[in-house]
Nanobody, 116 residues
Framework: QVQPVESGGGSVQAGGSLRLSCTAPGFTSNGCDVDWYRQAAGKQREWVSSISTYGTTTYALSVKGRFTISKDNFKDTVYLQMNSLNPEDTAVYSC??????????WGPGTQVTVSS
C-alpha cells in the first residue's frame, strides 16, 4: 500500500495559519488521488479537500477560500495550506490515498488546535 504520513499540525491562535504535509512514497508513480479529512472530538469524520493525480482540486464549503491543497510530485507530498483558522477547524487531520495502484490507506493523523 501507498502509506501516507501527516505532519505539520500544532497549536495556533484564531486567524493564524498552518501548513500540513502528507508524504506518501509512491503516490505519484502509482497514480493516487489524495484526500484530506478531519475529525473533531465527538464528531464524525469530515472530508476537507482532495487533489487528483492530474492536479484537480476540490474543497468542502467550510474551508473553500481559506485552505489550499497542492502537491509536489518529486517529493511525493501533498500540502494543505490553512489560513484564517478558527476554533471550529480544531480537529485531527488525516490524509488518505485512493484510486491508482495500491492506493487505499489512511495516515495516522496530525492534531490541529485553534484557540480563540
Amino acid at each position: 500500500q501507498v502509506q501516507p504520513v501527516e505532519s505539520g499540525g500544532g497549536s495556533v491562535q484564531a486567524g493564524g495559519s498552518l501548513r500540513l504535509s502528507c508524504t506518501a512514497p509512491g503516490f505519484t508513480s502509482n497514480g493516487c488521488d489524495v484526500d484530506w479529512y478531519r475529525q473533531a472530538a465527538g464528531k464524525q469524520r469530515e472530508w476537507v479537500s482532495s487533489i487528483s493525480t492530474y492536479g484537480t482540486t476540490t474543497y468542502a464549503l467550510s474551508v473553500k477560500g481559506r485552505f489550499t491543497i497542492s502537491k509536489d510530485n518529486f517529493k511525493d507530498t501533498v500540502y494543505l495550506q490553512m489560513n484564517s483558522l478558527n476554533p471550529e477547524d480544531t480537529a485531527v487531520y488525516s490524509c488518505k490515498t485512493r484510486n491508482g495502484y495500491r492506493c487505499s490507506a489512511w495516515g495516522p493523523g496530525t492534531q490541529v488546535t485553534v484557540s480563540s
